[in-house]
């Protein structure tokens, strides 16, 4: 058993709760006298999610982000959180409680308790942290079994950067200038619209945040609904700061739609939603590309300029 996705599927033998949602979805909801309380949870690991050379603060910022993104694509408002704190040296400790406190306060995250363990000398850091949050009212958390044929796919935000800014960080990919900064700054500190899944969330069937890379995280939204998806590379959104860097062409599309780390929002909506989405994501502050659709054929499908073309070996990141 050495892939994540066969261990997970040996967990969903334990996860008999409907709660558990199957283990399909990135969060449990557990039906509260009548509400629903959305449960999600993430580690963050020296080497695996962040680089020994991240500044403390940062290291914090993205551990509670990547988890107010999933309560977000849950449409779940944020109601505080638990973390386990793994203790090293006292002014790295001390800068990372700097940077919790940060992100608690932008992610309207309170800390609610927690645990702290002394770790082996030398082991990695290693840091985790259960949010939880209150599920959207008047309609079921958005998960990702409830695609629909005739979706249209969207995606918030653009896509790549974080990954584009990890390869400039290990010296993979030569940059300078405020575009090279700002795309690091988007691996090291991810900046989830946490509002706006709150708001989509009566007007989307399927709904999740992308973590390991578009391509495989909708592949995995169209397999756990029976479906299949159609998308155009060319509709793959990508920032100004990515472009001017990598260029736009068809190779750097899809190295960004393979690309992990960008926690936006993937989610799937009848046609017939469109102008509710576009006018909810205007008033977030926010950007929702349509990408394709999803269709009845269990395949993932990827055109260019109309054209089919092969899917890469690699859809995106997985352990």
């Known amino acids: 058993m050495s892939s994540e996705t066969a261990f997970i599927s040996a967990l969903r033998n334990l996860a008999s709760s409907t709660a558990a949602r199957g283990l399909m979805d990135d969060a449990a909801v557990l039906n509260v006298g009548g509400a629903d309380l959305v449960l999600t949870m993430d580690t963050v690991v020296e080497s695996v999610h962040f680089l020994p050379d991240d500044p403390a603060q940062d290291v914090a910022w993205k551990l509670v982000a990547v988890n107010a993104s999933d309560l977000s694509a849950k449409g779940a408002s944020p109601l505080g959180c638990l973390y386990s704190h793994a203790l090293g040296e006292d002014a790295w400790d001390t800068a990372f409680l700097e940077g919790l406190a940060e992100a608690c306060r932008h992610f309207a995250l309170p800390l609610l308790g927690g645990d702290t363990v002394r770790m082996p000398e030398s082991a990695p850091r290693s840091f985790s942290l259960t949010a939880l949050g209150q599920g959207p009212k008047g309609t079921e958390p958005p998960a990702r079994t409830m695609a629909r044929v005739g979706d249209i796919v969207w995606v918030s935000g653009t896509i790549g950067d974080s990954g584009l800014g990890l390869d400039i960080l290990l010296g993979k990919r030569t940059a300078t200038g405020p575009e090279a900064d700002w795309l690091k700054a988007r691996y090291r500190r991810p ?17 999740m945040d992308v973590s390991d890379g578009l391509l495989v995280d909708l592949s995995r939204l169209a397999a756990a609904s029976h479906v299949g998806a159609r998308i155009e590379l060319e509709a793959v959104p990508l920032s100004s700061a990515y472009a001017a860097i990598a260029g736009t062409t068809r190779e750097a ?19 017939e939603n469109t102008a509710d989405i576009e006018a909810i994501t205007k008033a977030t502050g926010g950007a929702v590309h349509a990408l394709g659709a999803i269709q009845a054929e269990a395949v993932l499908r990827l055109t260019c300029e109309g054209t089919d073309i092969p899917l890469p070996a690699h859809l995106g990141y997985e352990h």
């Open 191 to 207: 900046m989830p619209l946490t509002p706006l899944g709150p708001a989509l969330a009566p007007y989307v069937h399927a709904m």
């Open 253 to 271: 599309r899809m190295k960004a739609a393979c690309a992990g780390d960008d926690y936006v929002l993937l989610f799937t909506a009848p046609p």
